[in-house]
Every structure is written in structure tokens, then in C-alpha cells.
């Protein structure tokens, strides 16, 4: 079956530090990866999308994300937080279904302090 | 550029009321089209997709029903609502012509049934 996971509910990282934000997936065949931020009481925001070549791929807001195909994951990471990046992270992979149908992760919230 | 739109913003109704929320799309032709709900600010379900005009698929049973009278109008209905119905309702479009290029997202509506 296919599915994605976000093992963390929650990331507190202090403002200058370095984010990472953890996704793994299952599913069948070559996956397509996506990351979404999303702001209090707002749409779904797209963040970066993996769909074939180099393993990093960067994104908006300074973000970027990690294609790992042996440990099946796509962690997102930014060099260093700002208190702006506090909000919820969605992964998603891509319905082997068809119609761009996607799976989403759980959420995971991201604090960041000052 | 492409741009989705959702109203109402925000939406308060009696239990046994009828519901309309209504999405439209701009700058793309011939979209997917999808509804989901989020409960309690966190993970998202898909309600309904739409890949034509008067072509819906539905992803749940419930008391919820979507339509698509336009190529780039969809709508969400309810004969009578139910308390559980309460949530944050996302639209999104996927371009069929690019590939795997993801979802966007609407802005949303937060509807409370009383």
C-alpha cells in the first residue's frame, strides 16, 4: 500500500539553526515527492517537488529537500530557520492511481524561536 | 499565471442547512480538480476529484456531494448539514497537460456548523 509518513508531530529549532523536517514513503514504482507549507487559516503552500535527476532539490523560501531512494525518505532542510518558517509541513508522494491524485503525511508543525 | 479562488472565506450554518461552496480556476484549461477537508488544522482528506465537466469521483461516503458544471468551476454541496461537517475545506487544481507537476491549492473555507 502505498503511504507517507512524517514521524514528527512537532520540530522546535532555534532561529539560525539549521531545520530538518523528516518524510519517509512507500509506494510502488518510481515516486513523485512533494513538500507544502501551510500558514494559519491558509491554502496549502508549494514548496519543492522531486520528480527525477539530482537527489537535492531546492525549492522556495530557501528550502531544499533530499531524495534518499535506499531509505526510501525526502527530508526537508534549510541552512538556517527563521521565526517565519513557523508553520505546518506536509509531504506528499504522488497516487500511483493516476488524475495527479497525491498521499499526504500527517503534518508536521514546525516553532521556530528566537 | 494561474489562479484558484474559493468563497465563501469563512462560513457559519445551522445543523440541517444546505451548503455551496464554490471554486473557480483561472489561466488553465481543462484542469483536475479536488476537494479536500482538514479537521482540526491538521491532516487533509480527499473528498472528491473531478477530472471534466460532470466527471466526479468520490474518494469517501458522506453527507457531502461536488459538482462540475464548467471546466473550471467546482462546487461542494450538502442537503443538510451535519455538526461533523465542521472543517477547513481546500480546492486544488493539477494541470493534466505537464505531467507529475503536483497540486495548488485555494485559499480555503472555514466552515462551522452550529
Known amino acids: 500500500a502505498q503511504s507517507v509518513a512524517q514521524p514528527e508531530d512537532q520540530v522546535n529549532v532555534a532561529e539560525g539553526n539549521p531545520l530538518t523536517v523528516k518524510c519517509t514513503y512507500s509506494?510502488?514504482?518510481?515516486?513523485?515527492l512533494f513538500w507544502y507549507v501551510q500558514y494559519p487559516n491558509r491554502g496549502l503552500q508549494f514548496l519543492l517537488k522531486?520528480?527525477?535527476?539530482?537527489?537535492l532539490v531546492k525549492g522556495s523560501y530557501g528550502f531544499e529537500a533530499e531524495f534518499n531512494k535506499s531509505q526510501t525518505s525526502f527530508h526537508l532542510k534549510k541552512p538556517s530557520a527563521l521565526v517565519s518558517d513557523s508553520a505546518l509541513y506536509f509531504c506528499?508522494?504522488?497516487?500511483?492511481?493516476?488524475?495527479?491524485?497525491?498521499?499526504f503525511g500527517a503534518g508536521t508543525r514546525l516553532a521556530v524561536h528566537p | 499565471s494561474q489562479t484558484i479562488h474559493q468563497w465563501p472565506a469563512t462560513l457559519v450554518q445551522p445543523v440541517g442547512s444546505p451548503l455551496s461552496l464554490e471554486c473557480t480556476v483561472e489561466?488553465?484549461?481543462?484542469?483536475?480538480l479536488y476537494w479536500y477537508r482538514q479537521a482540526a488544522g491538521r491532516g487533509l482528506q480527499l473528498l472528491f476529484y473531478?477530472?471534466?465537466?460532470?466527471?466526479i469521483s468520490s474518494e469517501v461516503p458522506q453527507n457531502l456531494s461536488a459538482s462540475r458544471p464548467q471546466d473550471r468551476q467546482f462546487i461542494l454541496s450538502s442537503k443538510k448539514l451535519l455538526l461533523s461537517d465542521s472543517g477547513f475545506y481546500l480546492c486544488?487544481?493539477?494541470?493534466?497537460?505537464?505531467?507529475?507537476?503536483?497540486?495548488?491549492f485555494g485559499p480555503g473555507t472555514r466552515l462551522t456548523v452550529t
Open positions: 486544488a487544481w493539477s494541470s493534466r497537460d505537464r505531467g507529475p507537476g503536483g497540486q495548488y
Open positions: 509506494v510502488s514504482g518510481n515516486p513523485y
Open positions: 522531486y520528480i527525477t535527476g539530482d537527489n
Open positions: 506528499a508522494v504522488r497516487d500511483a492511481g493516476g488524475y495527479n491524485k497525491l498521499i
Open positions: 489561466g488553465t484549461s481543462n484542469p483536475n
Open positions: 473531478s477530472i471534466g465537466i460532470d466527471q
